[in-house]
C-alpha cells in the first residue's frame, strides 16, 4: 500500500468515526437526541463506500478524500438534525 492512500483512508476513516462517536455521545452521554443504532452508524456507511468505490483510478474531480471525509460528516450532522426534529 502506498503511503499517500494510507494517508487517504485515514482521513476518510476519521472522518466517519468522529461523525459516528460524536452521534453516539450525543445520544447516549449527553442525552441530547434519542438516535437508533443504525442511523448511529450511517458516516460509516459512506466510509464503506468509499472503500469498495476505490479500485484503483484514474478518479475524477469529485472523488477525493477531502470530499468523501465531508460526506461522512454531512451524513452525521443529517442524522442528528433528523432525529432532533422528527424523533424516530
Excluded: C, H, Q
Excluded at 14 to 43: E, M, R
Excluded at 56 to 72: F, L, Q
Amino acid at each position: 500500500m502506498e503511503i499517500e492512500r494510507a494517508r487517504d483512508d485515514l482521513v476518510v476513516a476519521a472522518s466517519a468515526g468522529g461523525a459516528t462517536i460524536a452521534i453516539a455521545l450525543l445520544s447516549g452521554v449527553a442525552g441530547v437526541v434519542d438516535v437508533p443504532t443504525l442511523p448511529t452508524l450511517a458516516p460509516l456507511v459512506v466510509y464503506a463506500g468509499y472503500l469498495f468505490t476505490r479500485k484503483g483510478g484514474p478518479y475524477g474531480a469529485p472523488d477525493r478524500p477531502r470530499n468523501w471525509a465531508a460526506a461522512a460528516v454531512l451524513v452525521g450532522v443529517l442524522v442528528v438534525v433528523t432525529t432532533s426534529v422528527v424523533p424516530l
